[in-house]
C-alpha cells in the first residue's frame, strides 16, 4: 500500500452563530452588479443563526429581500476544498474572500462550491434572497399554497479532500439471500486507485482496482449474516471506501440499509412482500422556525406520526432535510420524496431554463438521498397540469430523469387531474390527491362526507377503464381542515369535529377497501401559506389541515386517527 503524506479527508461544520446584514428588497442582483453586492463590513451589525431563516426573525416576519450571511473557515495544506450547502431559499450567491464562486438557483436542492484551497483563514459570505423572481428562481412562485421562507435552511460544510478522492459512494441492495450489495464508487482524477472496503467498520475484502479515468467502477460484495432494514426492524449499516493512489489516502463512508422495494403488479413489495403504506405529507415549516426545523424537532413529528399507526411520509413538496431522512432511515419510517412543484401549467413547460432546474434538481436530489433505505418511491412536480398535451413530455423526461439516476425505486407523480390525466401510464404508482367532502361537488350541502366513498370508488372504475387498475394506487393527498381549539356544535367545515368526522370516514374506507395500496392524508402540520388575498381561503394565512397544528399541538382528529389505524398495518 503506498505510504500516506496526503491528510485524509475532513469534514468541519459550519453551523452555528454567523455575522448577518439586512439588506432590504431592493438589491440588485443582476450581474454584474451581483459580483459587488457584498455590504461593508460595518453592515454586519446582527447575528444569525444557521440553520435557520431570517425571515421568521420578529423584525423580519414576512419581509423580502435580500440577507447577507458571513462566518469564517479555515484552510489548510489540503488539495481541494468543498463548500456543502444541504438546502436554502429561495436564491444565494456565494463569495469567498470576496469573489463570487456560485450562484444557486434551486430552493432546497443540496449543492457544493469547490474552493480553490489556499492555506489560511477564509471569509465566507452568502447572499440569501427570498423575493420572487421567475428569472432568478423559476422554482419557487408566491401561488404555491405553503409559504416560501428565506435562510440557510439546513448544514453547512467544509470539505478538505485529497489531490485524488472519492466523489461518492453508493450502495445498492443485489440480493437478500445470500445478502449482496453493489458498490459504486466515483473516483476524481485519473489516476489508478486502490480500493478497500469495511463494513462497519471492519475490512471485508482485499485490495480492488479501479483502472482511473475518473468514471465509477461497480464492485459486488458479499455481506453474510447482514440483517435487512425494514421498517419494523430499521438495521443500518456504514460502508467505508478506502482509496489509496499515490500519496492519495481518503476515506468515505456512507450508511445504508439491505433492502429492496418493487412493484409487482397492484402492489409495492418491500424485500419481497406487500406492504400497505399509511400516513401523512409533511411540510417543513415551523412558526419560528420556517423549513429550518431542529433535530428534535423532525424526531417528534415522526413519533406523532408512528404513534398514530403511520409507516410513511410523503415529503410535500420539495427535497428534504437530510437529517430528517438520515431519522426516517433510523426509525423505518418510509419516504416518498419529491423535488419541487407545485401545479406547473403551459408557462413552465415552455420555459426552456424552468425544465432545465427541475430536471438537475430531481437528479441532485436523488444522487444525494440514494443511499436511504428508508426511500422507497420517488415523486416529482405535484399536481402538474397532466391533462394537458403539452404536460406528457415534461413527464416523460422527469421520468427518465429519475430512471437513469435510480432503476432501483418506483416512480409516481401526484395528481388531482383524474380522470383527464394523460400521463398516469408514464409512472410506476398511480397516486391521486383528492378532497371530497372539503371542496364538495356541492358547496350547499352540509358535511357532504358521503362523497367520499362515491369518489373512491369512481377513481377505481376510471383506472379500470384506462387500463391502469393494474397499477397500485396511492391516495396521496386527502383530508379537511380544522382551526385548533374550534369545537362547534354544529360540526361543520373548520370545526375539529368535522375534520374528525372526515378523517374517521376515510379511515375506514382504506381499512376495509383492498384496492388502495396507500394513503398519505393531508397534511399532518397546519403550515403558514399566503399573506395576500389568497387568503381568503386559508383562515389566519394558514393551510389548516394538519392533525395537529403549527406547534405540534394534536387536534380532536389525532386520538381518532390514532384510533382507527394504530394497529391497521400490523394486522394480517
Ligand atoms: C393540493 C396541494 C397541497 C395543498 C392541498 C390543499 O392537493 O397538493 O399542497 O395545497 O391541495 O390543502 O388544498
Not at 420572487?132 to 423559476?138: E, L, V
Not at 409507516?311 to 437529517?323: A, I, K, L, T
Amino acid at each position: 500500500m503506498s505510504i500516506r503524506t496526503s491528510r485524509p479527508r475532513t469534514s468541519t461544520s459550519l453551523d452555528g452563530i454567523w455575522s448577518f446584514a439586512w439588506m432590504g428588497g431592493s438589491v440588485d442582483l443582476s450581474p454584474p452588479a451581483l459580483e459587488a453586492a457584498i455590504p461593508a463590513e460595518g453592515r454586519f451589525d446582527r447575528r444569525i443563526t444557521v440553520p435557520g431563516c431570517f425571515d421568521t426573525m420578529p423584525d423580519l416576519a414576512g419581509a423580502r429581500g435580500t440577507g447577507a450571511y458571513r462566518t469564517w473557515f479555515e484552510q489548510g495544506d489540503e488539495a481541494v476544498g468543498f463548500l456543502h450547502f444541504d438546502g436554502l431559499g429561495i436564491w444565494a450567491a456565494i463569495y469567498v474572500d470576496g469573489t463570487l464562486l456560485h450562484v444557486h438557483r434551486k430552493p432546497y436542492s443540496p449543492f457544493t462550491v469547490e474552493v480553490p484551497a489556499t492555506p489560511g483563514r477564509r471569509e465566507l459570505t452568502v447572499l440569501v434572497d427570498n423575493r420572487f423572481d421567475a428569472g432568478r428562481s423559476p422554482l419557487q412562485e408566491n401561488y404555491f399554497d405553503f409559504y416560501a421562507y428565506g435562510g440557510i435552511f439546513r448544514p453547512v460544510t467544509y470539505l478538505a479532500l485529497p489531490p485524488v478522492h472519492l466523489n461518492a459512494v453508493r450502495v445498492t441492495t443485489v440480493s437478500l439471500d445470500p445478502p449482496t450489495v453493489d458498490v459504486d464508487v466515483d473516483v476524481s482524477g485519473d489516476v489508478n486507485v486502490e480500493l478497500r472496503y469495511l463494513l462497519d467498520g471492519r475490512e471485508i475484502s482485499s485490495t480492488d482496482s479501479v483502472d482511473g479515468t475518473g468514471t465509477s467502477g461497480s464492485h459486488q460484495l458479499a455481506l453474510p449474516g447482514l440483517g435487512l432494514w425494514s421498517p419494523e426492524n430499521p438495521e443500518l449499516h456504514e460502508m467505508t471506501v478506502v482509496l489509496d493512489a499515490g500519496t492519495s489516502h481518503d476515506e468515505y463512508t456512507v450508511s445504508f440499509g439491505l433492502r429492496t422495494v418493487a412493484v409487482e403488479g397492484n402492489r409495492l413489495l418491500l424485500n419481497g412482500n406487500p406492504v400497505n403504506l399509511f400516513g401523512w405529507n409533511r411540510h417543513e415549516s415551523h412558526p419560528q422556525f420556517g423549513p429550518a426545523l431542529p433535530e428534535q424537532q423532525m424526531l417528534h413529528d415522526i413519533a406523532l406520526m408512528k404513534q398514530a399507526g403511520a409507516n410513511f411520509v410523503r415529503g410535500s413538496h420539495y427535497p428534504q432535510d437530510e437529517r430528517f431522512l438520515d431519522l426516517c432511515d433510523r426509525t423505518g419510517m418510509l419516504v416518498w420524496e419529491e423535488s419541487l412543484g407545485w401545479q406547473q401549467d403551459l408557462r413552465h413547460f415552455a420555459n426552456d431554463d424552468y425544465q432545465s432546474l427541475i430536471g438537475e434538481q430531481q437528479a441532485e436530489m436523488i444522487a444525494a438521498h440514494y443511499n436511504h433505505p428508508s426511500i422507497i418511491v420517488w415523486g416529482f412536480q405535484n399536481e402538474l397540469h397532466s391533462e394537458l398535451a403539452e404536460a406528457r413530455p415534461v413527464v416523460e423526461n422527469l421520468v427518465a430523469v429519475t430512471r437513469k439516476a435510480d432503476p432501483t425505486r418506483p416512480v409516481t407523480f401526484a395528481t388531482c387531474r383524474f380522470p383527464d390525466d394523460r400521463c398516469l401510464d408514464l409512472v410506476d404508482i398511480v397516486s391521486v390527491n383528492v378532497y371530497p367532502g372539503w371542496y364538495a361537488a356541492d358547496d350547499d350541502e352540509y358535511r357532504p362526507l358521503d362523497e367520499i366513498g362515491a369518489r373512491l370508488d369512481a377513481i377505481r372504475s376510471g383506472l379500470a377503464r384506462q387500463g391502469l387498475a393494474g397499477k397500485p394506487l396511492i391516495v396521496s393527498e386527502i383530508g379537511a381542515g380544522a382551526i385548533y381549539g374550534w369545537r362547534d356544535p354544529h360540526a361543520g367545515h373548520w370545526s375539529e369535529q368535522y375534520q374528525s368526522d372526515y378523517l374517521a370516514e376515510i379511515c375506514s374506507q382504506f381499512r376495509t377497501r383492498d384496492d388502495i395500496m396507500g394513503l398519505a392524508l393531508w397534511q399532518y402540520c397546519d403550515c403558514r401559506v399566503y399573506g395576500s388575498g389568497r387568503a381568503l381561503r386559508r383562515p389566519r394565512g394558514f393551510n389548516n389541515k394538519g392533525i395537529v397544528d403549527e406547534y405540534r399541538r394534536p387536534k380532536q382528529a389525532y386520538e381518532i386517527v390514532r384510533a382507527l389505524m394504530s394497529d391497521e398495518l400490523t394486522a394480517d
